[in-house]
């Protein structure tokens, strides 16, 4: 009855590999904040951490909402390309020039016809 040299490690790296989840289980659950009549400072500090997390979780969440309701907004946003843009603004252009124009042959035409001509 020989053993492998792995078999015989075997038992040892099960308890080893229980031993290691066990510390981490340990080290991930959240400790019950000290009492203000044993610690007060400890206390204090324990509280403020928790209402660090807290104001640091609903800061995320509510990043997380602007982004998507940004992304909300994106996509109902039409597309607008440049070119479209550039020719749109060359006819607004155009068309207040020729205002201009018109609104220039009026005030020569009032003060043509003015009463108080000089």
Known sequence: MEDNGYTKYFGFAVALGLAAFGITKLLQRERKPRSFREDPI???????????NKAQAAGEDA???????????RDRLPEVDKK????????????VADLNSQAQDLIKELRANSLFNR
Do not use: F, Y
């Open 84 to 95: 479209q843009i550039r020719r749109t603004q060359k006819d607004l252009n155009k068309r």
């Open 63 to 73: 990043l997380e909402r602007l982004q998507a309701t940004l992304e909300e907004i």
């Open 42 to 52: 400890g206390a204090l500090k324990d509280h403020s951490e928790i209402v660090a």
